[in-house]
T-cell receptor, first 112, second 115 residues
Framework: GESVGLHLPTLSVQEGDNSIINCAYS??????FIWYKQESGKGPQFIID?????DKRQGQRVTVLLNKTVKHLSLQIAATQPGDSAVYFC???????????FGTGTRLKVLA | GAGVSQSPRYKVAKRGQDVALRCDPI?????LFWYQQALGQGPEFLTY????????KSGLPSDRFFAERPEGSVSTLKIQRTQQEDSAVYLC?????????????FGPGTRLTVT
């Protein structure tokens, strides 16, 4: 079936540590992936994206890794801050369509 | 400028009632998406508009759901004869262009509770 799912529902990290959030996808026709951050009562907010012809992309404090062989992507957050506490979703887009498939989300808790 | 706005923010409907949810995208944005987000889940795609054209409605769960964007700006998602399983947050997103490189900007959502 078509799915983009996450390994862990909740991740707790100490402030200042690095965070790694994982996501697996099942449809090899997905050609574009996005990581979103969603805070309570708000809509998802774009963090970083990656195309399927890349295996790594870096932003400010964030890095996305894509492993097409095992259909897995991860979001790395460096020096995690309290403001990073939120639910994180990965989403994949099917090639040639406008449809995005979201995962169920990982809640990141940053401990002071 | 203003982001994507949605109204109402909260809606309580009795089972069987019809509801209309409004989305005001960012001015000039060509693409508009509707998603349904159940509690504790990721958003699920409902439908996509490019200007006034509804190019993909494959995610609409039943013929009780109807969306329109008649002038290529404001969009309305209508749910007829609401049922309890329709309870969710309905998210609207818009993007400037149609390609995958254009970021989707999400509104805050409308929380629909069907009693």
């Amino acid at each position: 079936g078509e799915s983009v799912g996450l390994h862990l529902p909740t991740l707790s990290v100490q402030e200042g540590d690095n965070s790694i959030i994982n996501c697996a996808y099942s449809n090899s026709a997905s050609d574009y992936f996005i990581w979103y951050k969603q805070e309570s009562g708000k809509g998802p907010q774009f963090i970083i994206d990656i195309r399927s012809n890349m295996d790594k992309r870096q932003g400010q404090r964030v890095t996305v890794l894509l492993n097409k062989t095992v259909k897995h992507l991860s979001l790395q957050i460096a020096a995690t801050q309290p403001g990073d506490s939120a639910v994180y979703f990965c989403a994949g887009r099917h090639s040639g369509t406008y449809k995005y498939i979201f995962g169920t989300g990982t809640r990141l808790k940053v401990l002071a | 400028g203003a982001g994507v706005s949605q109204s109402p923010r909260y809606k309580v409907a009795k089972r069987g009632q019809d509801v209309a949810l409004r989305c005001d995208p960012i001015s000039g944005h060509v693409s508009l998406f509707w998603y349904q987000q159940a509690l504790g889940q990721g958003p699920e795609f409902l439908t996509y508009f490019q200007n006034e054209a509804q190019l993909d409605k494959s995610g609409l769960p039943s013929d009780r759901f109807f969306a329109e964007r008649p002038e290529g700006s404001v969009s309305t998602l209508k749910i007829q004869r609401t049922q309890q399983e329709d309870s969710a947050v309905y998210l609207c997103a818009s993007s400037l262009g149609t390609g995958r490189s254009y970021e989707q900007y999400f509104g805050p959502g409308t929380r629909l509770t069907v009693t």
